[in-house]
């Protein structure tokens, strides 16, 4: 494989995942890991990601109070929010993930919506904040400074205390038959404890998202009870999912 290749490869799987390891791309593409290191090293010099220890975010997971626009496939993502948009009542208790997706539907959610949102992001929770009618509560542990999230036991021991009605949360990987997964152990426990605090839990994911798997069980596709992606619910690659018993939007 030439360079130019692989280093499309790290790109196109650091926008999809928004987080890759070097190690992961070093056996995809049958490399040494010092060879994808310097590809790394050189893709960040260029601006078209951003190393961290081990690995690498994309530029449009990094995000700040103005408005991002290098967002990977933003108009799905905001096709998404706007079908899980609908599904908010007034009264309403939910949760709401970090990561881009997500970002979106906090965007999007009408300022006259009476409702308490609890959040382990901190730019969610900031786009909450100039929400008058939105009660937001930020649940707090040790920061994760690449995804900008809560984890660890103290944010899991919160969460625990709380029964959201309905809860928003994004995925790295997510596949029919082995469900929901992650390369981050840290991650996988904060959704788990998520999970099981939701009365309903609500995947929001990208189409090409599907189909994919990772290390780290986060939970069976049977444990979601609703599935938004922006493809139509027809959709011949949504077929596998409905076999499980969720709903698709």
Not at 42 to 54: F, I, M, P, T, Y
């Amino acid at each position: 494989m030439l360079k130019e290749e692989r280093q499309q490869t790290i790109l196109n799987e650091v926008d999809l995942h928004n987080r890759i390891l070097i190690t992961d791309i070093a056996e995809a593409l049958d490399v040494s890991i010092d060879t994808i290191r310097r590809d790394v090293k050189e893709l960040d010099a260029e601006n078209k990601l951003r190393k961290v220890h081990g690995g690498a975010i994309s530029m449009g997971y990094m995000t700040n109070s103005a408005r991002n626009t290098n967002i990977y496939k933003l108009e799905d993502k905001v096709t998404i929010a706007t079908k899980a948009v609908a599904m908010l009542r007034d009264g309403a208790v939910i949760f709401l993930d970090g990561g881009t997706t997500c970002m979106e539907l906090a965007r999007i959610i009408p300022e006259n919506l009476n409702l308490t949102c609890f959040t382990i992001s901190l730019p969610v929770a900031m786009e909450l904040s100039h929400k008058a009618n939105i009660n937001v509560i930020s649940i707090g542990g040790q920061i994760s400074k690449e995804a900008q999230i809560a984890i660890g036991a103290n944010a899991i021991h919160h969460i625990s205390e709380i029964r959201f009605d309905y809860s928003f949360i994004g995925t790295g990987y997510v596949d029919a038959t082995f469900g929901l997964t992650e390369f981050d152990w840290d991650i996988v426990q904060i959704k788990k404890a998520i999970i099981k605090a939701s009365k309903r839990t609500v995947l929001l994911s990208i189409s090409e998202k599907l189909n994919s798997q990772h290390r780290y069980k986060t939970c069976d596709i049977s444990s979601i009870n609703t599935m938004i992606t922006e493809l139509n619910p027809g959709d011949l690659l949504l077929k596998a999912f409905k076999n499980h018993d969720i709903k698709i939007i």
